[in-house]
């Protein structure tokens, strides 16, 4: 079995009397593609929350790389190599796509003062225009954020999470509100960055197409709960999930 780079063990996680997570266990295998799905109001986007530690867990155990994280916060646990996307844009949208590349990066020692300084490291620079024609925007790179589509955005914010060079990326809602014509553009670039660049991505997503021809694991939750996991052919008839997705419209 190959090592585990997140394991999350009976993580239960209320907000007053509603219970978002109830004793949710699931693993993200090192350099792997693990996909994450389930109804709306499944408990998803909480359970990556607690992952990325933007809010302390009820109960549980969440290990990163072997270290309990679950008391870490926001910045220490990207510090550690963890870096989550989201479903609406995080990008600065008066700044140029270029400039939107450097400033997610994690200034520990210039800081923010030499960000655009003629001293500013050559080779950084160099970086960010390989990962803007990695994701297909390199000819846009002096255009303002605001200015591009909300695909266009969404690659945007993934070339500002690759600046990181995370060990893992929660994408959550990685095609939502796409152009059908980018999604396969977008899928293909995720299993470049994870077969190319090592990066062990976990995907919460909708698009069952989409989820079903890029992720190796997929794990469904309902009301809360682990519903069933397994590869892609065994979700997609599970009769279990099924009811799922069916009961929920």
């Known amino acids: 079995m190959s090592t585990s780079l997140i394991e999350v063990q009976g993580v239960s996680k209320a907000f007053g009397g509603v219970v978002a997570n109830r004793a949710v266990t699931l693993r993200v295998a090192q350099g792997s593609i693990t996909g994450l799905i389930g109804p709306n109001g499944s408990g998803k986007t909480t359970?990556?929350?607690?992952?990325?530690?933007?809010?302390?867990?009820d109960s549980g155990s969440?290990?990163?790389?072997?270290r309990e994280i679950s008391n870490l916060n926001v910045q220490?646990?990207?510090?550690l190599g963890m870096l989550r996307t989201f479903q609406q844009?995080?990008?600065f949208t008066r700044m140029d796509c270029v400039q939107n590349l450097l400033i997610a990066l994690p200034h520990r020692q210039s800081g923010w003062r030499d960000m655009?300084?003629?001293?500013?490291?050559?080779?950084?620079?160099?970086?960010a225009g390989r990962l803007l024609e990695f994701v297909g925007l390199y000819s846009k790179r002096k255009l303002t954020a605001g200015s591009l589509s909300f695909g266009q955005q969404k690659l945007l914010e993934f070339a500002m999470a690759l600046m990181n060079e995370p060990k893992v990326l929660l994408l959550d809602e990685p095609t939502a509100g796409i152009n059908p014509t980018l999604i396969n553009g977008l899928i293909d670039r995720l299993k470049r960055?994870?077969?190319e660049f090592g990066i062990t991505l976990f995907v919460i997503?909708?698009?069952m197409r989409v989820i079903m021809n890029l992720a190796e694991h997929i794990y469904c939750m309902s009301?809360?709960?682990?519903?069933?996991e397994g590869p892609p052919e065994e979700i997609k008839s599970d009769q279990r999930v099924i009811d799922a997705y069916l009961g929920a419209h």
């Open 47 to 57: 359970l990556f929350n607690s992952i990325v530690g933007h809010h302390p867990i």
């Open 76 to 79: 220490r646990i990207a510090r």
């Open 223 to 228: 009301h809360g709960e682990m519903l069933a």
């Open 193 to 195: 960055a994870n077969r």
């Open 62 to 66: 969440i290990r990163f790389e072997g």
């Open 116 to 127: 655009f300084s003629r001293s500013y490291a050559a080779e950084v620079i160099e970086r």
């Open 205 to 207: 997503e909708h698009n």
């Open 89 to 91: 844009t995080r990008v």
